[in-house]
Nanobody, 120 residues
């Protein structure tokens, strides 16, 4: 069993910054990719950013240059630094981790979601 616990969401004015954190715990052998998705009201969930265990990153075009994903492998934690936030960034942000646990390789686990609201 693996749990992902997110923190750091909230309300911010346009142009402001927030930092999201997501810590994984449980029967973890290793973690492959970690990342963030978001879902705005009435829209499909979309990829925001992903980082491999080796540190390679990928971003959605809409957040390039504004968001930075990073991870601390020793703490099984992924971060999302969000700068220059805009109202269109308002969404519930979900972290995920592709985890190897005993007898179950490369299974995707999800956090409960954290609300980010950007006011204009």
């Amino acid at each position: 069993q693996v749990q992902l616990v997110e923190s750091g969401g909230g309300l911010v004015q346009a142009g402001g910054s927030l930092r999201l954190s997501c810590a994984a715990s449980g029967s973890i052998l290793s973690i492959n990719d970690m990342g963030w998705y978001r879902q705005a009201p009435g829209k499909q969930r979309e990829l925001v950013a992903v980082i491999s265990s080796g540190g390679s990153t990928k971003y959605a075009d809409s957040v390039k240059g504004r968001f930075t994903i990073s991870r601390d492998n020793a703490k099984n934690t992924v971060y999302l630094q969000m700068n220059s936030l805009q109202p269109e960034d308002t969404a519930v942000y979900y972290c995920y981790a592709r985890v190897d646990v005993p007898k179950i390789p490369r299974y995707d686990y999800w956090g409960q979601g954290t609300q980010v609201t950007v006011s204009s």
